[in-house]
């Protein structure tokens, strides 16, 4: 499978996954404001191994999200398998995705996410058999520090398989989703691929020849760097300090999907048009609309918590801010909107 990655123009912009939000009607807005890889909200690859069917409903997609990831989650390698091998058939996604990241307690001690930055063993068993389940390109999310084990001493690790992309979000395990960016670490890991350079692609091409599966990375991965960009000048400033190819972006998403078209307008010109009061108006209506399209009536009771990221900090907000979490149709939105 053609790895989509290598295509994309650098910097590469991406919507960071986020569990509960970003289903495919806010993939869709992000993607229709520039995003160039977006990716799915995590997914059980235990449930997957079992054909979850509820699990994979969700991770359903529209043509126009893609470059689009499934991101997947566990901790026992042999439901990877299995799990990468039913998303690619039944999803057929452009890629997927292992969390390597997540502390919430619920994953965290169950071995999964963040916990297995601890356990490289496992983590390369769990790549391993993604690769053997799947042809598609597949990319691991980390943190910048797991209690004392670093991203670069994580990766240093792992750094023979196949990765087609790294997601690093700099911030530690123990920071959680607050404080300040780790650029160091970032930088740490993009130069450990760029040492490694062609000797090294000389080297694996020879023992890529005496290995039943092609597990082995023959060029370095596209490092992409996420955590705190909320503006355009903080996605600047992230590439700037890390030398990463790309940004990922989580919250900043939320409140503005528009940032990303506002990042590569700065890109380009060095200015960017800031939303005002109206415009964000029509992107909320918009974006309430293909998720009406998508789910119907849920789908506008899904909308509410989005439109509470678009509507806060203005005089008069809060009384709109009541209102919205009750609407049923986009009338009502369009309805509650125009009282702005
Ligand atoms: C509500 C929420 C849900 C998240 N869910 C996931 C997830 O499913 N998988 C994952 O790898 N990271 C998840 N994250 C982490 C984000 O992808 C990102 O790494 C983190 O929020 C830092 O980026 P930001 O500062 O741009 O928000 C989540 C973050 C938030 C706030």
């Known amino acids: 499978m053609p790895n989509f990655w290598k295509k994309i123009n650098k910097p590469i912009l991406a919507l960071a996954p986020m569990a509960g939000y970003t289903d495919s009607?806010?993939?869709?807005?992000?993607k229709y404001y520039g995003a160039d890889v977006v990716y799915s909200?995590?997914?059980?690859?235990?449930?997957?191994?079992?054909?979850?069917?509820?699990?994979?409903?969700?991770?359903?997609?529209?043509?126009?999200?893609?470059?689009?990831?499934?991101?997947?989650?566990?901790?026992?390698?042999?439901?990877?398998?299995?799990?990468?091998?039913?998303?690619?058939?039944?999803?057929?996604?452009?890629?997927?995705?292992?969390n390597m990241?997540?502390?919430?307690?619920?994953?965290?001690s169950n071995g999964s996410g963040a916990a297995l930055m601890l356990n490289p063993e496992r983590a390369r068993e769990i790549i391993k058999q993604t690769l053997i389940?799947?042809?598609?390109?597949?990319?691991?999310?980390?943190?910048?520090?797991?209690?004392?084990?670093?991203?670069?001493k994580f990766?240093?690790?792992?750094?023979?398989?196949?990765?087609?992309?790294?997601?690093?979000?700099?911030r530690s395990m123990k920071q959680g989703f607050s404080g300040k960016i780790d650029y160091s670490q970032i930088k740490k890991v993009k130069s450990l691929y760029r040492k490694a350079g062609a000797e090294e692609d000389k080297k694996l091409k020879a023992t890529l020849a005496n290995v039943a599966f092609n597990f082995l990375s023959s060029s370095a991965p596209i490092i992409i760097a996420n955590g705190g960009i909320n503006t355009p000048e903080d996605a600047i400033k992230m590439i700037k300090k890390t030398g990463a190819d790309g940004v990922?972006?989580?919250?900043?998403?939320?409140?503005?999907?528009?940032?990303?078209?506002?990042?590569?307008?700065?890109?380009?010109?060095?200015?960017?048009?800031?939303?005002?009061?109206?415009?964000?108006?029509?992107?909320?209506?918009?974006?309430?609309?293909?998720?009406?399209?998508?789910?119907?009536?849920?789908?506008?009771?899904?909308?509410?918590?989005?439109?509470?990221?678009?509507?806060r900090g203005f005089e008069g907000a809060k009384e709109i801010r009541k209102d919205l979490v009750r609407v049923e149709s986009v009338g009502d939105i369009e309805r509650v909107l125009e009282r702005i």
């Open 25 to 30: 009607a806010f993939r869709q807005i992000c």
């Open 41 to 98: 909200e995590m997914a059980s690859a235990t449930a997957l191994n079992f054909k979850g069917k509820k699990t994979l409903e969700l991770l359903k997609f529209k043509k126009a999200e893609r470059y689009y990831i499934v991101q997947l989650f566990g901790n026992d390698p042999k439901y990877f398998k299995n799990a990468a091998q039913v998303v690619s058939e039944k999803i057929k996604p452009d890629g997927i995705d292992i």
């Open 101 to 108: 990241g997540c502390p919430v307690k619920k994953v965290f």
């Open 133 to 152: 389940g799947t042809d598609l390109p597949v990319s691991i999310k980390i943190r910048s520090k797991v209690n004392k084990t670093t991203a670069y």
């Open 155 to 170: 990766v240093k690790k792992i750094k023979d398989l196949k990765i087609v992309a790294i997601m690093i979000h700099g």
């Open 248 to 311: 990922g972006i989580a919250r900043g998403a939320l409140t503005k999907p528009w940032l990303f078209a506002q990042t590569k307008e700065f890109l380009r010109r060095g200015e960017y048009k800031k939303f005002g009061l109206s415009e964000i108006k029509k992107a909320a209506l918009k974006h309430a609309k293909m998720s009406s399209k998508n789910n119907g009536k849920h789908g506008i009771i899904e909308m509410r918590k989005y439109l509470l990221w678009y509507f």
